[in-house]
């Protein structure tokens, strides 16, 4: 294996493993909420906590560029009030995962909390449980596989994540894309775009691409299985009221 | 397990709370001392689980106060609201809400594992034996799905008492058991209140619970309470039946049992110092009873019937005649039982019960408020129940 792919890998690797780190809590956070909360306005919150969802990946990375870069409003708070140097590339890709990993992870786990029978944490309460301590002893072991798959997906889906982070490295390069240290996908895409069009490179981190692909995928709908069926008595219980 | 704990002081459960779900507002006051059971009758939905759920602070509430003795888990007035799992009342309920990725074991953990050091047990409470008394022993390792329903409601009734509760909240907690194991697990909750000195407050379709387990009883209607009080006096309230679903109009009557008859497999029962027959029963000379008898099944006369198949004939006195049904097609005729002096010339507690005559009968008889009077009803048509706190050991 190339430096070059191995490096693209790494550089991925470290990308996906960021954007978990972010995106887990706060999908966790915002799939509970709306799995819980009721009142009129939340269909609108939850369209707006969906939408990036439905947006080209390339406009979000669009308005990244705008509001992180020099002039955008955004990015002079960070630097001058904050004093943070954020770069577009790669810490403005990470932001720009983030934004398009929590919506489908949120959308992942909310009908995973919602499947749980409501009373559940209510019952721990009278048994002398801070709300806390019911939500880690109850609601998270019931839940943890389905958390696992979801991050499983959410793993893939950043490291391959593109379209954002083509628009930010090139907003980062002032228009050459040629960021150093480039994400697989972004590896590839230099490859293509340069004038030897080195094959060799494309094939490999794209044959990777594929093999790490294959595993998230793999492990995310054995977790799945796994939190369908682990509790399949009780569960086909709490809807049909007895057992099978 | 004794429940007699003597450092821990036992206190009752106030409620008076103004509580709103979809469609209807519910407002209600009742009152349990320990080791006695306030029951929430009415037609399904009437907010008795709004109630209960209120209680627990498990629900928003609009208005009220609950309160263990003097001291209060929710204040309206003082902006005072203690959060569940400050107020210590048990929850228990026809779904159980086991956990399921939790052994029954770890399950029945669960209450003293969450409180940590801030549990202080009372030292009448001894986790084993509460196993044994519930018969859980050989499910200890198991997991909810792996139990029937009976079963789970035990475990869950476990895992409430091994948290050490002030107090326990049961909403219809026999609503999944199938009917033939429904007998034993009443047995089982009816001995709750006394044998752990908990104030309980429950809810259920079921009128046999009620008369099994209740010491009083508030009547729902419609959110507002149709009636209160101690269960012989508004479960022998005509007027209340109609608030209550498949409970015939009838009277309850209290007493304790005096004697068996083995030749004609009988049994009698001192109601008010007058002797009633009724079908045989294995409870003790000595236990105290409640008998349910129908007010259909009671018939009016002047005087004692020389010929007759009502094998029981109380005297009483007229208290009230009212009309009812459709224009009055029939009414119901209340007689208070002629009370005799006891032992020490004291006038033992009254009774009243309830016929229901057709309205042809009540003008031909000229049936009066205040006219002495003789009740007959046929041993038959008695049902009989231990009270609450009696164990009804078969013996």
Known sequence: MSPAALSAMWMSLQLAALTLLIATPLSITLAWWMARVKWRGKVLLDAFILLPLGLPPAVI??????GLGEQGALGRWLRQDLGLAVALYPTGAVLAACIMTVPMMTRMLRPVFEAHDPMLLPVAR????SDWH??????????????????????AAAWGESGAVLVLAAGQAS????????????????????????????????ALSLGVAAIAILLSELLRWQWQHRWQGSARMDWRGERP | MSGDSPSRLPRSLSVDLHVRQPGLEVQAQLRALPGRVSALVGRVENGQRAILEGVAGLRPVIAGRVALGADALFESRRGLNLPPHQRRLGWLDAEAHLFPHLTIERNLAYGARAQGPRMKVAPGLDVPSLVKWLDLSAMMDRRPHELNASQRVRAALGRALAADP???LMDDPLGRVHDPERPEL????????????LPVLMATPRMEEVVRMADDVV?????????????????SDVSLSTFLEGFHAGSILEGAVTRHDIEWVVSEVDICGQCVTVPATLHPVGTRVRLKVRARDVSLHREVPTDSSSTNVLRGRITQVMLAGHSGTYGAVGVELARELDERLELKAGAQIWGLVTRQAIEQMNWQPGEPCVVGFN?????VTPLPWTSSKRG
């Open chain 1, 126 to 129: 009278t048994l002398g449980a």
């Open chain 1, 61 to 66: 990375g669009f308005w990244l560029t705008t």
């Open chain 2, 219 to 235: 009547i729902l209607h419609d959110g507002r309470m149709a009636g209160a009080g101690p269960i012989a006096q508004v479960l």
């Open chain 2, 166 to 168: 002030q107090g326990l």
């Open chain 1, 175 to 206: 228009g050459t894309a040629g960021a150093e240290d480039p994400t697989v996908p972004l590896a590839l895409w230099q490859a293509l775009a340069s004038p030897g069009r080195p094959q060799a490179l494309a094939w490999e981190v794209a």
């Open chain 2, 379 to 383: 041993a038959m048509s008695a049902q």
């Open chain 2, 186 to 197: 009443l047995e089982l909750l009816a001995q709750v209140a006394h044998r752990f000195h």
């Open chain 1, 134 to 155: 019911a939500w880690r002893t109850v609601a998270l072991p019931l839940t943890l596989p389905a958390i696992g798959s979801a991050m499983a997906l959410g793993f």
